[in-house]
């Protein structure tokens, strides 16, 4: 199993990659303001994409796996600003991503989101989807 959550099978036609992820991702790009649970101090990051799951994100700073982080995601619904809001686990990183310009890549899981924000991520990822 290797960090994209894929299986690779390898026979005499080639390589077959099938996709094991619960969720479906949907490629997104949302500005993210987040803060450590137990910290002070919000940042400012990207979404690149996102599913009922979690957020593939671009943070600017480095992080251990398993921290935990309070996000609230920006989006325009019906031309006006709307949030969601959650609490995520690193589950994964990719510091080589794009360290040069100063962002690191990161897998969040969904640890904590109640359900009226739920239901705004469901319903931004079908606008998305579409």
Do not use: C
């Amino acid at each position: 199993m290797n960090q994209n959550n894929q299986s690779v099978t390898h026979n005499k036609m080639g390589v077959l990659a099938i996709e094991k992820r619960k969720h479906p991702r949907f490629s997104v790009e949302l500005p993210l303001d987040y803060s450590r649970v137990e910290g002070k101090g919000t940042f400012g990051g990207m979404v690149a994409n996102a599913s009922e799951g979690g957020l593939l994100v671009y943070l600017p700073e480095r992080m251990e796996i398993g921290t935990l982080l309070k996000i609230e995601l920006f989006y325009v619904k019906e031309l006006e600003l709307d949030t969601i809001k959650a609490v995520v686990k690193v589950v994964w990183s990719d510091m080589a991503a794009r360290e040069s310009w100063g962002e690191h890549r990161y897998g969040l899981k969904f640890e904590y989101i109640d359900e009226k924000d739920f239901g705004r991520l469901t319903a931004l990822l079908k606008e998305v989807g579409k």
